[in-house]
C-alpha cells in the first residue's frame, strides 16, 4: 500500500520585500539557504532552519517507502507517546528524535532513555536494497509531469499491482481446487465407472395382520390393534437387522462367502475368514429395512452381487421374519389354551366321578327310583285304609240290622281282618324303606345328593367348555400373519454403484472439506497475525 504524494508546506506570510531584507540573517547550510533566496525572490517569509530542517526529515523518511501499515503504527505509537505529530511521517520523525524505532514489536511499550549510549544502541529503520527499491512507488516527479498525472499514473500502477495479485491468488486457488477437490472426485469417477463391482437388489413389501383385524368396527377398535402391530413391526424391524437374522443367514446360506469371492473389488469384499463384527457392518449396509407407521408397511431390499443370491437372500430373510412373527405369540396363545384344556380336563373327570357314584347307590339298591317306591307304597296304604273304612262301614250297617245275615257279616269281618293285615304289612314295608341307614329313604337321600352332584358337574364342565372356546378365540385373535404386498423378483440389471450420483456426492464432500479447512486456517491466521 502506498501514500499520496504530498508536496513540501510552508507558511508563507506577504509582506514587502524590505522588510525581508532588512530582517537579521540566520546561519544555514548551503542547501537551506539557496531554498530561503529562492522563497525571497518568490516574494515571501518562509518558517525558521528548524521547519525547514523538520520538512527535510519528512521528505528523506517519504523516501523510503514505507507502507501504509508502518505509517498506521508509526500514527497510533505517537498518540499513545502523546506526540503532537501533524501527518504519519511527523510522527516518523518526532519518534525517532525521541530515540523510539515505531517498527520494533517493543517499540509501542517501552520508551528509550535519552542516554546517548543507549540511543547509540538503537536500531533505526535501514534502507531497502535496490531490488526493493525498484518495486515500491517513486516519490520524485518527472520533470514536466504534473501531481495530477502522476497520481494517475501511480493508480493504474496500483490497479494493475492488484489484478496480477488477484490473477496469482485465483491461479492458486484454481490449482488447490484441482489437487484437493477436482483430483480426488475424478479418482472417485474412475473407480465408480470402471472397477466397482456390479450389485444387485432385490426389494419387497410385506405387512403384520391380525385375525381380528375387520372384527371390530369403529375406530376404537382399530387403535388397540394397529398399536400392537407397530410394536410387533418395530420388533419384527430389529430382529432382521440385527446379528442374529446374520449368522442364521451366514450359516444357512453363506452370506461371509458370497462377499469373500476374489473377484468383487477390494472396498466391497471381505477379507479372508472374516470375523462376524466385519460381516455384520456390511450386512448392515446391504440388508435395508424401512417402515411406515402410517400404513404398517415394511419394506425391505437386500443387496449382492449375485441377483440369484440376492432373490434367496432376500426369501430367507422374509421367512425368518415370519417364523418370528409366528413365535411372538405363541407361548401367550399356548399358555391359555393350556390352562383351558386343563379346566375342561378336570371337570369332566369330577363329572364322570359323579355319575359313578349315583350309578353305584342305584345298583346297591337295586332300585332305579326309590322314591317312585316309597311313593307307591304310601299309595297302596291309603287306598287299603280307605277300603278298610268302607268295609268298617258295610259291617256296621250290617250288625245294625235286627236280624243280620251271620255269613255276611263274617265275610265282611274277614274282609276287614284281611285288609288289617294288608295296610299292617305295608306300613312295616314303608318304615323299613324310611328308616335305618339302608332303608329307601336314606338311599333316596344319597341318589338326590349324587344327582345334585351331577347336575353341578355339569355346570362345571359347561363353564369349562365355554372358557375353552373363549381361549380358543382369543388365541385366534392374537396370532399374527405376514402378509406379502410384493414379492422378491430377481433382477435383471445392477442397481449399484449409481456412479453419477456417487460422483456427485464425493465432489460435494471433498469440496465441503476444503470449505472448512480453509475457513480454519483463515481464522487462525487472523488470529496469529492481528
Not at 516518523?92 to 517501552?110: C, T
Not at 415370519?322 to 383351558?340: A, F, G, H, I, P
Request: hydrophobic share 40%; proline share 5%; with cysteine.
Amino acid at each position: 500500500m502506498t501514500t499520496k504524494p504530498k508536496v513540501k508546506k510552508f507558511r508563507i506570510r506577504r509582506e514587502p520585500l524590505a522588510s525581508v531584507a532588512a530582517a537579521p540573517a540566520q546561519p544555514a547550510p548551503e542547501e537551506m539557504r539557496e531554498t530561503l533566496l529562492r522563497k525571497v525572490t518568490m516574494g515571501g517569509e518562509v518558517s525558521s532552519a528548524a521547519d525547514v530542517e523538520s520538512e527535510d526529515d519528512i521528505d528523506s523518511i517519504r523516501k523510503e517507502g514505507l507502507t501504509g501499515r508502518q505509517l498506521r503504527l508509526a500514527r497510533r505509537l505517537a498518540q499513545k507517546h502523546d506526540i503532537p505529530a501533524t501527518s504519519d511521517f511527523d510522527a516518523i520523525r518526532q519518534l525517532r528524535k525521541r530515540g523510539i524505532d515505531p517498527f520494533q514489536r517493543s517499540a509501542s511499550l517501552d520508551l528509550v532513555t535519552s542516554d546517548p549510549e543507549e540511543t547509540a544502541l538503537t536500531q533505526l529503520p535501514q534502507t531497502l536494497p535496490e531490488r526493493r527499491m525498484e518495486t515500491l512507488p517513486s516519490t520524485e516527479m518527472a520533470e514536466g509531469e504534473s501531481p495530477a498525472e502522476r497520481r494517475a499514473r501511480e493508480i493504474a500502477r496500483i490497479q494493475a499491482e492488484i489484478s496480477a495479485r488477484r490473477r496469482k491468488k485465483s491461479g492458486l486457488l484454481a490449482l488447490r481446487l484441482l489437487f484437493f477437490v477436482l483430483l480426488p472426485t475424478a479418482i472417485c469417477g474412475w473407480f465408480f465407472y470402471n472397477e466397482a463391482t456390479p450389485q444387485y437388489a432385490t426389494t419387497s413389501d410385506f405387512l403384520i395382520q391380525t385375525a381380528d383385524q375387520n372384527s371390530v368396527g369403529g375406530l376404537g377398535g382399530l387403535l388397540p390393534s394397529q398399536m400392537n402391530t407397530n410394536q410387533e413391526a418395530v420388533a419384527i424391524q430389529r430382529y432382521l437387522q440385527s446379528r442374529e437374522a446374520m449368522l442364521r443367514l451366514d450359516s444357512e446360506l453363506g452370506f461371509k462367502a458370497h462377499f469373500e469371492q476374489p473377484w468383487i473389488d477390494p472396498i466391497l469384499r471381505l477379507p479372508d475368514d472374516a470375523s462376524n463384527e466385519d460381516a455384520y457392518k456390511l450386512y448392515k449396509r446391504k440388508v435395508l429395512i424401512g417402515y411406515d407407521p402410517t400404513e404398517g408397511v415394511m419394506s425391505l431390499e437386500v443387496i449382492a452381487v449375485d441377483p440369484n443370491t440376492s432373490k434367496a437372500f432376500s426369501d430367507a430373510l422374509i421367512r425368518y421374519a415370519e417364523e418370528r412373527v409366528d413365535n411372538q405369540t405363541l407361548r401367550k396363545r399356548e399358555d391359555q389354551l393350556s390352562e383351558s384344556r386343563k379346566s375342561l380336563a378336570e371337570a369332566e373327570r369330577l363329572r364322570r366321578e359323579a355319575q359313578e357314584a349315583l350309578v353305584a347307590l342305584q345298583q346297591e339298591a337295586a332300585i332305579v327310583d326309590p322314591e317312585g317306591v316309597i311313593g307307591a307304597l304310601r299309595s297302596q296304604i291309603t287306598q287299603r285304609e280307605i277300603e278298610l273304612q268302607e268295609k268298617q262301614i258295610q259291617l256296621q250297617a250290617l250288625l245294625d240290622n235286627s236280624r243280620p245275615n251271620q255269613s255276611r257279616v263274617d265275610g265282611v269281618q274277614g274282609d276287614i281282618r284281611r285288609l288289617q293285615a294288608a295296610i299292617n304289612d305295608l306300613e312295616t314295608r314303608m318304615n323299613e324303606a324310611t328308616k335305618g341307614e339302608d332303608s329307601l329313604a336314606s338311599i333316596s337321600a344319597k341318589i338326590s345328593l349324587a344327582q345334585a352332584d351331577v347336575a353341578t358337574r355339569d355346570l362345571m364342565l359347561q363353564s369349562a367348555l365355554q372358557n375353552l372356546e373363549a381361549a380358543q378365540i382369543e388365541a385366534s385373535r392374537q396370532t399374527r400373519y405376514l402378509a406379502r404386498g410384493v414379492e422378491p423378483v430377481i433382477p435383471d440389471q445392477a442397481t449399484y454403484p449409481k456412479a453419477f450420483e456417487n460422483t456427485v456426492v464425493s465432489f460435494l464432500i471433498f469440496a465441503g472439506i476444503y470449505l472448512m479447512i480453509s475457513l480454519t486456517a483463515s481464522i487462525l491466521r487472523e488470529q496469529v497475525t492481528s
